[in-house]
């Protein structure tokens, strides 16, 4: 009977779509309250976003395990030519099965006006709490039996929420906030709470607090001397607040971890591991067993003794292994020898320790040495030099870059080994810091010719008849040069692709051209954008095969109107009701240039009857004179001074002039995307895509 109610307030909420006002936006998903879901159990949460939520069809989470549908609003009837009200805040029925995994999930909703940007919702072990009215002061205090994990927001300026609770004598418990970690995702929040925690006797002493743990984000344990009544206080530590600042403290006495040794395991077996952390039992045996097909970054649960912890984070590997030898290693002379390719375990055990490794390697190698550790959870940040045997620097650095973030993680890569000869790495933490926390994974490896792909953006929103674009930025290594086949896996139904490329050697990136049916139905799901390639080899040797799989990237409106990115888990297609436009006519899609020669493109929109707004016509997906996407082949570009691109006051008819300049290099079909773009707001914009056109340069005569 709830499906059958569901379906009906879905078809409500798409024919009260089609007849709203214009300018549609995709919901931007803001806050979910209460933000954390107890395993094996089920509850209402509310979400709450920008824009209207009304006629939600579809609730997708990552992971495995958790699962979601709407409850139907309560929604007055909507006469014949009114407008439908906003629906900004929906409950979900979330629930969490009982093997499900505690951590972070995503989760978005697919709605008439596409699918929704990302919302993070943490799955927990222990009962949860959530904030009562007024817990503001330490005489109102909430009452919460421990363990228990408290849900609140700080919804004002000078919001301060009280919990308290009993413990007896020598009690230890954790204290973990996660706050601002669960507003890093957030569209449309430019401004990210900074909790601080205090906690206080009964008289409100202050026994311990905690600022900046996790990032922003505060964490402690601490040990009761005395049986009796305390009280924790959360707020923001500028005193600022906001209705959006959700947070969730899970407090207990279970073992929290902070890493394993070693931190690098075979992928297919069961590896023994030593456990740092804490609230850790004095005998702590632990193991983590992987798949066969585990590589990389991957996160496991954990069982410390006989009591569950938290998950924690491992490198999968095939690489052979080995483990930093006792003793000290910390000059040349100590290095312990090591050949690539090898994954190293290790320690910087304490301060001011230094680990050294030498390695044979012959003139015009190129190696990679990377560090796995912050990034599973390690509080090293660390620092490498590759020396000569004369103790000489050749290359130093500190921070990675992966994908559009920086990590404390460090990564030479692609270094040319100037002759033959022993060499050293050596490694340590910036500060100059160590204890059994700093583990870490020191990969040396050959560089081998590869590739990385990034999606701009994490969505893409049809409607019946229409196109849509995904765009990829190809970022290549270690000699290869060559041209990347796009392919797309897990189209929803009703939705068919076009495959483009990114051209070999260019500066050029690649599309995929998205089409739903005249009759598609309302429909989500979550695509995988893959890239195959052809390196070759030296003569005699077949030609090397490349793939990569790329990361899905949701843009972040940044104060002061800039557009950031933040990886997500994937990227949703989603087919909802009729919209602004309803199509994009081209008076030409295979476009053939001479070097030299402009062609004019006329362009045709139709738009929804009250879409007034204006219209910008692209070929580039760009913001403010930053090229996000540009798949356009080299040499040919938009001739602004001779083009209509912009569309006001309701018109409906422009055109783009491409230019293909003298010396433009000739190539076949490349796939692009003539976009038409409304503002959604300063930064953020809907984006609808004309039919695939394939832009051509011919050979010079």
């Known amino acids: 009977m709830l499906h059958r109610i569901i379906a009906t307030v879905v078809t409500l909420g798409l024919v009260a779509i089609q007849s709203a006002s214009a300018q549609t936006s995709y919901p931007m998903l803001m806050s979910l309250k209460p933000v954390a879901l107890q395993i094996g159990t089920a509850a209402e949460c509310e979400v709450q976003s920008r824009y209207t939520l009304l006629g939600t069809h579809r609730v997708l989470v990552s992971g495995s395990g958790v699962t979601a549908e709407v409850v139907p609003p309560e929604m007055g009837e909507v006469k014949p030519g009114e407008k439908p009200k906003e629906l900004t805040k929906l409950k979900l029925k979330i629930t969490a099965a009982a093997d499900a995994e505690p951590g972070v999930r995503e989760f978005r909703l ?30 109102k205090a909430q009452a919460v039996t421990l363990p228990a994990v408290l849900c609140g927001a700080i919804e004002k300026v000078e919001d301060s929420d009280f919990f308290k609770f009993t413990v007896e004598a020598g009690q230890s418990v954790a204290f973990h906030v996660r706050g601002q970690r669960l507003e890093d995702k957030i569209h449309d929040l430019q401004n990210h ?12 002493a202050v026994l311990a607090m905690s600022d900046n743990f996790f990032f922003a984000d505060p964490f402690f344990t601490y040990k009761f001397e005395q049986a009796g009544e305390y009280v924790l206080e959360v707020r923001d ?13 899970e407090v207990n006495s279970r073992p929290f971890v902070s890493q394993v040794f070693p931190l690098a395991i075979a992928a297919g077996g069961t590896q023994p591991v030593d456990v740092a952390g804490w609230l850790l039992p004095e005998s702590k045996p632990a193991a983590v067993t992987l798949p066969t097909d585990a590589r990389g970054r991957v996160t496991v649960p954990l069982t410390v003794g006989d009591q569950p912890a938290n998950p924690v984070t491992v490198y999968a590997t095939d690489l052979p292994l080995a483990t930093e030898a006792a003793g000290d290693n910390d000059k040349l002379e100590a290095a312990q020898a090591v050949a690539s390719p090898i994954v190293v375990n290790g320690r910087v055990e304490k301060e001011n320790d230094l680990d050294v490794y030498g390695f044979e390697a ?10 796995i550790a912050r990034r599973t959870g390690s509080q090293l940040d660390s620092y490498l030099r590759i020396l000569n045997d004369k103790g000489q620097t050749l290359r130093e650095d500190d921070d990675l870059r992966e994908g559009k973030l920086l990590h404390a993680d460090t990564w030479i890569d692609g270094w040319s080994v100037p002759a033959d000869g022993k060499y050293f790495v050596e490694l340590r933490d910036v500060h100059l810091r160590g204890g059994e926390g700093f583990g870490y994974a020191l990969q040396i490896s050959p560089s081998r010719p590869s590739f990385e792909l990034a999606m701009d953006t994490d969505k893409t929103n049809l409607t019946p008849g229409t196109f849509g674009v995904v765009f990829a930025r190809v970022t290549r290594k270690h000699g290869f040069t060559g041209e990347v086949q796009l392919h797309v896996d897990g189209l929803p139904d009703g939705v068919t692709a076009t495959c483009g490329r990114i051209l070999a050697g260019k500066s050029v990136d690649g599309a995929i051209v998205l089409s739903a049916a005249a009759d598609a139905k309302p429909a989500a799901g979550t695509i995988i954008l893959r890239g195959t390639a052809m390196h070759p080899q030296t003569e005699g040797q077949p030609p090397l095969e490349l793939a990569a799989t790329a990361t899905p990237y949701q843009e972040v409106y940044m104060p002061g109107g800039g557009r950031a990115h933040w990886p997500v888990s994937g990227h949703l297609v989603s087919v909802g009701a009729p919209s602004d436009i309803r199509s994009i006519a081209l008076t030409e899609t295979d476009i053939r240039l001479k070097p030299g020669e402009s062609k004019k493109i006329g362009v045709k929109i139709e738009r929804a009857a009250d879409a007034k707004a ?9 913001h403010l004179s930053q090229i996000f996407a540009n798949t356009l082949p080299e040499g040919v570009t938009i001739d602004a001074a001779q083009s209509q691109t912009l569309l006001a006051g309701g018109a409906s008819e422009g055109h783009i002039v491409l230019k293909a300049a003298k010396d433009a290099p000739p190539v076949e079909r490349q796939l692009a995307s003539l976009m038409a773009n409304f503002a959604i707001n300063f930064v953020m914009k809907a984006t609808y895509s004309s039919p695939p056109v394939f832009v051509s340069v011919e050979k010079t005569p």
């Open 110 to 139: 697919a709605t008439p006006n596409g699918a929704s940007t990302v919302g993070q919702l943490v799955i927990v072990r222990d009962p949860v709490s959530g904030e009562t009215a007024d817990n503001n002061s330490a005489d």
């Open 193 to 204: 709470l900074d909790p601080i925690v205090f906690l206080r006797d009964a008289q409100g």
């Open 237 to 249: 530590v500028r005193y600022q607040g906001n209705q959006y600042w959700e947070y969730c403290v």
């Open 362 to 371: 012959k003139k015009g190698d190129l190696l990679s040495f990377e560090v």
């Open 614 to 622: 204006n219209i910008t016509l692209d070929f580039m997906y760009q």
